[in-house]
Protein backbone atom coordinates (compact mmCIF):
# COMPACT_ATOMS: atom_id res chain seq x y z
CA UNK A 1 0.00 0.00 0.00
CA UNK A 2 1.37 3.21 -1.32
CA UNK A 3 -0.02 6.55 0.64
CA UNK A 4 1.24 9.56 -2.01
CA UNK A 5 0.28 13.61 -2.83
CA UNK A 6 -2.72 13.44 -5.99
CA UNK A 7 -1.72 13.59 -9.49
CA UNK A 8 -3.44 14.91 -12.01
CA UNK A 9 -3.56 11.51 -13.56
CA UNK A 10 -5.56 10.37 -10.64
CA UNK A 11 -8.95 12.27 -11.42
CA UNK A 12 -10.97 9.62 -13.28
CA UNK A 13 -9.71 6.76 -10.91
CA UNK A 14 -10.60 9.21 -7.59
CA UNK A 15 -14.44 9.92 -9.21
CA UNK A 16 -14.62 5.96 -9.47
CA UNK A 17 -13.42 5.60 -6.11
CA UNK A 18 -15.73 8.68 -4.49
CA UNK A 19 -18.32 6.70 -5.36
CA UNK A 20 -17.83 3.29 -4.21
CA UNK A 21 -15.50 4.46 -1.03
CA UNK A 22 -18.67 5.31 1.28
CA UNK A 23 -19.92 1.52 0.90
CA UNK A 24 -21.80 0.49 4.10
CA UNK A 25 -21.69 3.90 6.15
CA UNK A 26 -23.98 6.41 6.47
CA UNK A 27 -22.63 8.72 3.96
CA UNK A 28 -22.90 5.77 0.93
CA UNK A 29 -24.99 7.15 -0.57
CA UNK A 30 -26.12 11.53 0.12
CA UNK A 31 -28.49 12.46 -2.20
CA UNK A 32 -27.67 10.00 -4.66
CA UNK A 33 -26.46 11.89 -7.43
CA UNK A 34 -22.71 11.20 -7.82
CA UNK A 35 -22.33 14.38 -10.15
CA UNK A 36 -23.37 16.97 -7.54
CA UNK A 37 -22.36 14.96 -4.97
CA UNK A 38 -18.70 15.19 -6.00
CA UNK A 39 -19.03 18.91 -6.97
CA UNK A 40 -19.22 19.75 -3.32
CA UNK A 41 -17.42 16.92 -1.84
CA UNK A 42 -14.30 16.11 -4.36
CA UNK A 43 -14.11 18.83 -6.88
CA UNK A 44 -13.29 21.60 -5.36
CA UNK A 45 -10.95 20.17 -3.31
CA UNK A 46 -8.91 18.82 -6.60
CA UNK A 47 -9.52 22.18 -8.22
CA UNK A 48 -8.58 24.22 -5.48
CA UNK A 49 -5.70 22.85 -3.04
CA UNK A 50 -4.52 19.31 -5.07
CA UNK A 51 -1.44 19.59 -2.51
CA UNK A 52 -3.97 18.87 0.10
CA UNK A 53 -4.92 15.49 -1.22
CA UNK A 54 -3.90 12.25 -0.59
CA UNK A 55 -4.50 8.73 -1.81
CA UNK A 56 -3.78 5.43 -0.80
CA UNK A 57 -3.37 2.77 -3.50
CA UNK A 58 -2.75 -0.86 -3.56
CA UNK A 59 -1.53 -2.63 -7.04
CA UNK A 60 -2.27 0.14 -8.77
CA UNK A 61 -5.91 0.71 -7.57
CA UNK A 62 -6.68 4.05 -5.45
CA UNK A 63 -8.04 2.38 -2.47
CA UNK A 64 -8.57 5.25 -0.54
CA UNK A 65 -8.23 9.56 -0.21
CA UNK A 66 -8.12 12.29 2.16
CA UNK A 67 -9.47 15.58 0.63
CA UNK A 68 -7.90 18.59 3.06
CA UNK A 69 -7.98 22.23 3.01
CA UNK A 70 -5.76 24.09 5.18
CA UNK A 71 -7.49 27.64 5.50
CA UNK A 72 -11.21 27.18 5.19
CA UNK A 73 -12.17 30.33 5.16
CA UNK A 74 -10.03 30.75 1.99
CA UNK A 75 -12.29 27.99 0.47
CA UNK A 76 -16.08 28.14 -0.43
CA UNK A 77 -18.28 26.60 2.36
CA UNK A 78 -20.03 23.63 1.97
CA UNK A 79 -23.31 25.53 1.53
CA UNK A 80 -22.02 27.75 -0.87
CA UNK A 81 -20.69 24.50 -2.65
CA UNK A 82 -23.99 22.85 -2.10
CA UNK A 83 -25.70 25.84 -3.63
CA UNK A 84 -23.71 26.16 -6.90
CA UNK A 85 -23.87 22.35 -7.15
CA UNK A 86 -27.72 22.93 -7.31
CA UNK A 87 -28.23 25.61 -9.61
CA UNK A 88 -25.89 23.54 -11.55
CA UNK A 89 -26.87 20.21 -11.25
CA UNK A 90 -31.01 20.75 -10.11
CA UNK A 91 -30.56 16.99 -8.17
CA UNK A 92 -34.03 17.82 -6.51
CA UNK A 93 -35.76 17.33 -10.25
CA UNK A 94 -34.12 13.62 -10.54
CA UNK A 95 -36.29 10.70 -9.96
CA UNK A 96 -33.54 9.13 -8.00
CA UNK A 97 -32.52 12.44 -5.91
CA UNK A 98 -36.35 13.97 -5.35
CA UNK A 99 -37.18 11.99 -2.27
CA UNK A 100 -34.13 13.78 -0.98
CA UNK A 101 -34.83 17.12 -1.30
CA UNK A 102 -38.68 16.70 0.00
CA UNK A 103 -37.37 15.02 3.02
CA UNK A 104 -35.14 18.08 3.10
CA UNK A 105 -37.36 20.62 2.90
CA UNK A 106 -39.75 18.84 5.68
CA UNK A 107 -37.00 18.56 7.80
CA UNK A 108 -35.78 22.28 8.26
CA UNK A 109 -39.60 23.17 8.69
CA UNK A 110 -40.33 20.88 11.52
CA UNK A 111 -36.78 22.26 12.87
CA UNK A 112 -37.96 25.71 12.28
CA UNK A 113 -41.62 24.88 14.31
CA UNK A 114 -39.51 23.40 17.03
CA UNK A 115 -36.59 25.94 16.89
CA UNK A 116 -34.16 23.24 16.51
CA UNK A 117 -30.66 24.24 15.10
CA UNK A 118 -29.95 22.20 11.79
CA UNK A 119 -26.32 20.92 10.63
CA UNK A 120 -24.69 24.06 9.06
CA UNK A 121 -21.00 25.00 8.52
CA UNK A 122 -17.86 24.98 10.72
CA UNK A 123 -17.22 28.48 12.07
CA UNK A 124 -14.13 28.86 14.31
CA UNK A 125 -10.91 30.36 14.24
CA UNK A 126 -8.82 28.01 16.32
CA UNK A 127 -9.27 24.89 14.03
CA UNK A 128 -9.09 26.55 10.23
CA UNK A 129 -8.11 23.39 8.53
CA UNK A 130 -10.39 20.39 7.82
CA UNK A 131 -10.79 17.35 5.94
CA UNK A 132 -12.44 14.18 4.70
CA UNK A 133 -11.76 10.90 4.28
CA UNK A 134 -12.61 7.78 2.38
CA UNK A 135 -11.35 4.10 2.41
CA UNK A 136 -12.72 1.83 0.49
CA UNK A 137 -14.41 -1.20 2.50
CA UNK A 138 -10.85 -3.59 0.91
CA UNK A 139 -8.60 -1.39 2.79
CA UNK A 140 -10.34 -0.46 5.81
CA UNK A 141 -8.98 -1.72 9.51
CA UNK A 142 -5.58 -2.30 7.72
CA UNK A 143 -3.71 1.13 8.25
CA UNK A 144 -4.72 2.70 5.11
CA UNK A 145 -6.66 5.27 6.92
CA UNK A 146 -4.53 5.98 9.63
CA UNK A 147 -1.41 6.22 7.24
CA UNK A 148 -3.53 9.12 5.04
CA UNK A 149 -3.97 11.04 8.53
CA UNK A 150 -0.18 11.03 9.66
CA UNK A 151 0.29 12.66 5.83
CA UNK A 152 -2.37 15.06 6.72
CA UNK A 153 -1.07 15.84 10.14
CA UNK A 154 2.52 16.63 8.42
CA UNK A 155 1.38 18.66 6.28
CA UNK A 156 -0.42 20.84 8.70
CA UNK A 157 2.72 20.77 10.50
CA UNK A 158 4.35 22.35 7.60
CA UNK A 159 1.62 24.63 6.77
CA UNK A 160 1.72 26.33 10.12
CA UNK A 161 -2.14 25.69 10.73
CA UNK A 162 -2.98 25.24 14.51
CA UNK A 163 -5.36 22.89 14.54
CA UNK A 164 -8.21 21.12 12.02
CA UNK A 165 -11.74 20.11 12.10
CA UNK A 166 -14.27 17.87 10.60
CA UNK A 167 -17.59 17.33 10.45
CA UNK A 168 -18.80 13.57 10.67
CA UNK A 169 -22.47 12.06 11.74
CA UNK A 170 -23.09 11.00 15.26
CA UNK A 171 -24.76 7.55 13.97
CA UNK A 172 -20.69 7.05 11.84
CA UNK A 173 -19.79 4.56 14.81
CA UNK A 174 -16.74 3.40 12.81
CA UNK A 175 -15.53 6.80 11.52
CA UNK A 176 -15.76 8.69 15.32
CA UNK A 177 -14.38 5.91 16.65
CA UNK A 178 -11.68 6.40 14.36
CA UNK A 179 -11.03 10.28 14.68
CA UNK A 180 -10.74 9.55 18.53
CA UNK A 181 -8.39 7.26 18.48
CA UNK A 182 -6.43 9.95 16.00
CA UNK A 183 -7.03 12.72 18.27
CA UNK A 184 -9.54 14.24 17.51
CA UNK A 185 -13.23 15.50 20.10
CA UNK A 186 -16.27 16.37 19.45
CA UNK A 187 -17.43 19.77 19.61
CA UNK A 188 -20.16 21.60 19.71
CA UNK A 189 -23.95 20.53 19.33
CA UNK A 190 -25.29 17.84 17.48
CA UNK A 191 -28.05 18.74 15.04
CA UNK A 192 -29.76 17.21 12.82
CA UNK A 193 -28.59 16.58 9.27
CA UNK A 194 -32.07 17.63 7.14
CA UNK A 195 -32.76 14.91 4.17
CA UNK A 196 -30.84 12.55 5.35
CA UNK A 197 -31.40 9.23 6.58
CA UNK A 198 -29.01 5.88 7.29
CA UNK A 199 -31.33 2.52 7.79
CA UNK A 200 -34.97 4.56 7.54
CA UNK A 201 -33.56 6.97 10.99
CA UNK A 202 -32.49 10.31 10.76
CA UNK A 203 -29.21 11.70 11.62
CA UNK A 204 -26.74 13.97 13.29
CA UNK A 205 -23.96 16.28 12.32
CA UNK A 206 -21.04 15.89 14.45
CA UNK A 207 -18.21 18.40 14.50
CA UNK A 208 -14.41 17.29 15.65
CA UNK A 209 -11.29 19.37 16.32
CA UNK A 210 -7.88 18.54 17.06
CA UNK A 211 -4.96 20.74 17.86
CA UNK A 212 -2.31 20.16 15.56
C1 LIG B 1 -13.88 6.09 8.57
C2 LIG B 1 -12.74 5.29 7.94
C3 LIG B 1 -11.81 6.23 7.18
C4 LIG B 1 -11.94 4.63 9.08
O1 LIG B 1 -10.96 3.79 8.54
P1 LIG B 1 -10.90 2.24 9.01
O2 LIG B 1 -9.74 1.62 8.36
O3 LIG B 1 -12.23 1.65 8.75
O4 LIG B 1 -10.78 2.43 10.57
P2 LIG B 1 -9.66 2.01 11.58
O5 LIG B 1 -8.32 2.40 11.06
O6 LIG B 1 -10.06 2.56 12.89
O7 LIG B 1 -9.75 0.45 11.53
C5 LIG B 1 -10.81 -0.28 12.09
C6 LIG B 1 -10.23 -1.36 12.95
O8 LIG B 1 -9.07 -1.94 12.36
C7 LIG B 1 -7.95 -1.84 13.26
N1 LIG B 1 -6.71 -1.52 12.51
C8 LIG B 1 -6.36 -0.35 11.96
N2 LIG B 1 -5.14 -0.46 11.39
C9 LIG B 1 -4.74 -1.74 11.59
C10 LIG B 1 -3.57 -2.44 11.23
N3 LIG B 1 -2.56 -1.88 10.56
N4 LIG B 1 -3.51 -3.74 11.59
C11 LIG B 1 -4.50 -4.32 12.29
N5 LIG B 1 -5.63 -3.69 12.65
C12 LIG B 1 -5.74 -2.41 12.31
C13 LIG B 1 -8.30 -0.65 14.15
O9 LIG B 1 -7.63 -0.74 15.40
C14 LIG B 1 -9.78 -0.80 14.27
O10 LIG B 1 -10.10 -1.81 15.21
P3 LIG B 1 -11.29 -1.59 16.25
O11 LIG B 1 -12.53 -1.34 15.44
O12 LIG B 1 -11.31 -2.88 17.00
O13 LIG B 1 -10.89 -0.41 17.07
C15 LIG B 1 -13.29 4.20 6.98
O14 LIG B 1 -14.02 3.24 7.71
C16 LIG B 1 -14.17 4.77 5.87
O15 LIG B 1 -13.68 5.37 4.94
N6 LIG B 1 -15.49 4.53 5.98
C17 LIG B 1 -16.47 4.88 4.96
C18 LIG B 1 -16.58 6.36 4.69
C19 LIG B 1 -16.65 7.19 5.94
O16 LIG B 1 -17.40 6.90 6.86
N7 LIG B 1 -15.86 8.25 5.95
C20 LIG B 1 -15.83 9.23 7.00
C21 LIG B 1 -16.91 10.21 6.75
S1 LIG B 1 -16.82 11.57 7.89
Sequence with gaps: MEIRGFADGDRAALRELFVRAGADSPTESLWGHPESEAAVYLEPYLDLEPESLFVAESRGTLVGYLTGCVDSSAFPSESERMDQAIRRYRPMFRRRSAAFFARSLADVAGAA????????????????????????????????????????????????????????LVENGRAVRFFERMGFTSHGPEPLVPGLRYRGARVHQRTMVRDT
Excluded: K, Y
Design 113 to 168: IRRAPMAGDFRGDRWPSHLHINVAPEARGIGAADRLMARWFERLTEAGSPGCHLQT
